[in-house]
């Protein structure tokens, strides 16, 4: 299996900074890799498609990239409803696995 | 667009069997396949798998090999998972997501089901 991880686990921001998650992959998933936003109590959204691919209704402030192995999110300017826990997942090869998660909460 | 909707939370005792059902609405449901993701308690998100509408082909995560069933009932747009041999640690949220292919994505989710395996 191909395991996920990320980076920082959690971390504190405030209204309007700019915040990178990073995500890395066991092997080389090529530009298999989305990102998903939670909110406590409620499904997954998929933010993020094939690494850079801004899913439709997204807000732009929403960014991804990387290829390989090594991938990155980040938020421009972080808005109040952006605190969440965010995931990546590869979907290169079964079993589809995600990242353990990072918490984006208020400074 | 299409809408998951799931069915309510479940209490079962250790041994027992669960059923889950997703509803899909606002697309045509043979054209895509449906994955079943599940989350314990304060845990990561772990895909359990998927089924192919139009055929009915699976994919198991091999962790669950053998205990877990995915199923589609066309006719009325519903998706099943089916876990067996409940155990404390499979107490979690389930939730069924639409695969989204070329590339592919789970877009979009049901609310989740929360299953409660406790004696």
């Known amino acids: 299996d191909i395991q996920m991880t990320q980076s920082p686990s959690s971390l504190s921001a405030s209204v309007g900074d700019r915040v990178t998650i990073t995500c890395r992959a066991s092997?080389?998933?090529?530009?298999?890799l989305n990102w998903y936003q939670q909110t406590p109590g409620k499904a997954p959204k998929l933010l993020i498609y094939?690494?850079?691919s801004l899913q439709s209704g997204v807000p732009s402030r929403f960014s991804g990239s990387g290829s390989g192995t090594d991938f990155t999110l980040t938020i421009s300017r972080l808005q109040p409803e952006d605190f969440a826990t965010y995931y990546c997942q590869q979907s290169y090869s079964s079993p589809f696995t995600f990242g353990p998660g990072t918490k984006v909460d208020i400074k | 667009q299409v809408q998951l909707v799931q069915s309510g939370a479940e209490v079962k005792k250790p041994g027992a069997s669960v059923k889950v059902s997703c509803k899909a609405s606002g697309d045509t449901f043979t054209s895509y396949g449906i994955s079943w993701v599940r989350q314990a308690p304060g845990q990561g998100l772990e895909w359990m798998g998927w089924i192919t509408v139009y055929n009915g082909d699976t994919n198991y995560a091999q962790k669950l090999q053998g205990r877990v069933t995915m199923t589609t009932d066309t006719s009325t747009s519903t998706a099943y998972m089916e876990l067996r041999s409940l155990r404390s640690d499979d107490t979690a949220v389930y939730f069924c997501?639409?695969?989204?292919?070329?590339?592919?994505?789970?877009?979009?989710w049901g609310q989740g089901t929360l299953v409660t395996v406790s004696s």
């Open positions: 092997q080389s998933i090529s530009t298999y």
């Open positions: 997501a639409r695969d989204v292919i070329a590339p592919l994505r789970w877009d979009p």
């Open positions: 094939a690494a850079s």
